[in-house]
């Protein structure tokens, strides 16, 4: 990308259109990030008042969602951005979509969590939630780090994150099936468990949506639907 030019316009309003985009963006990260956070605490700790904030957080969200989206329609119809300023709208409003759905995951982790205070714990799987909840955090702050450092080689770390974070949510599935066919009892306690780990994995293939905008905002190379090998090849061309 051409960051020195990025946001160097003679428009002092362009610049401070572009300048909003970025901050509000980095704004509903910051809250869906929590979200995420809370959500796993709250799931882990069947902390139910922690779930209700997760919930209700999800209006904000929403609300900052819309904004961004708001803002950047205006600066396409007002400004016909070229070049990286487009693109920085471009990845922009893809990003946002991704956020909202991570936020949208992180609510149904909270909702499992309410439902696992008033059934009583499942007697699996919190290790595995621990897990691989800590590691889809992880990626989630370095791909939103990574968006607003202009980092492409961060954001190609979190892609190889994701194959990771998909190895280990198909083996706790594995061992997690195994042990309510041996349990029946404990299936419907084991499947919140399972629905949560599910909405981690789908926050770690979002995470690296967000990671794969950030490599086309700053290489104008469209990486989507390719593996991490792929990628680093077609970076080098």
């Not at 979200?35 to 709250?42: C, K, N, P, T, Y």
């Not at 949208?104 to 919190?126: F, H, N, T, V, W």
């Not at 997690?176 to 299936?187: G, H, K, N, Q, S």
């Amino acid at each position: 990308m051409d960051r020195m030019h990025f946001g160097e316009h003679s428009s002092s309003q362009f610049n401070e259109a572009l300048e909003s985009i970025r901050n509000n963006l980095m704004e509903m990260g910051g809250l869906v990030e929590k979200q995420v956070v809370d959500a796993l605490q709250s799931l882990l700790q069947a902390d139910s008042a922690l779930a209700e904030k997760v919930l209700e957080t999800e209006d904000k969200v929403d609300k900052l969602e819309m904004l961004i989206d708001e803002e950047c329609t205006k600066v396409l119809a007002l400004r016909q951005p070229a070049a990286s300023d487009l693109r920085l709208i471009i990845a922009v409003t893809k990003a946002v979509s991704d956020l909202e759905r991570i936020g949208d995951e992180s609510a149904k982790i909270a909702r499992m969590g309410l439902q696992l205070a008033e059934e009583g714990e499942s007697p699996r799987g919190y290790v595995e939630v621990r897990h691989i909840g800590n590691h889809v955090r992880n990626m989630l702050r370095d791909t939103l780090d990574a968006f607003a450092r202009f980092d492409a080689k961060k954001a190609l770390e979190v892609a190889a994150e994701d194959k990771e974070v998909d190895l280990e949510y198909r083996s706790a599935m594995r061992s997690l099936v195994t042990f309510m066919m041996e349990d029946p009892r404990a299936i419907s306690r084991v499947l919140n468990i399972i629905w949560s780990l599910r909405a981690l994995e789908r926050i770690g293939d979002h995470a690296r949506n967000i990671g794969e905008q950030v490599i086309y905002l700053v290489e104008g190379k469209d990486v989507r639907h390719i593996s991490v090998d792929e990628i680093e090849a077609k970076l080098k061309k």
